[in-house]
Nanobody, 116 residues
Framework: QVQLVESGGGLVQPGGSLRLSCAAS?????????MGWYRQAPGKQRELVAE???????KYASSVKGRFILSRDNAKNAVSLQMNSLNPEDTAVYYC?????????WGQGTQVTVSS
């Protein structure tokens, strides 16, 4: 079993920055296949924001490319998402996702609100 602990999020003005972090514990180790962030805005489906594979390939949603940066700390089984130039369309609950050979695991979600 894998547990995901998310941190970061909050309220920020348009144009501002936030950093989200997610640490995996439990049976998380070198079994990770993919780890990253998804988001879900009110009335919308959950969508990919950014994810990194075991081979360090990173995929970004087109809407965040050039603004968000995903990084991984292998020693800590953690990923961080640096979000810059935030706009109101980025407002959503952000969920950390961890995929191994057994299951997909989700964090509890953290709210990001971009508003003046």
């Amino acid at each position: 079993q894998v547990q995901l602990v998310e941190s970061g999020g909050g309220l920020v003005q348009p144009g501002g920055s936030l950093r989200l972090s997610c640490a995996a514990s439990g049976s998380a180790s070198s079994s990770m296949f993919v780890m990253g962030w998804y988001r879900q805005a009110p009335g919308k489906q959950r969508e990919l924001v950014a994810e990194i594979t075991r081979g360090d390939n990173i995929k970004y949603a087109s809407s965040v490319k050039g603004r968000f940066i995903l990084s991984r700390d292998n020693a800590k089984n953690a990923v961080s998402l640096q979000m810059n130039s935030l706009n109101p369309e980025d407002t959503a609950v952000y969920y950390c996702k961890y995929v191994d050979s057994v299951n997909n695991y989700w964090g509890q979600g953290t709210q990001v609100t971009v508003s003046s």
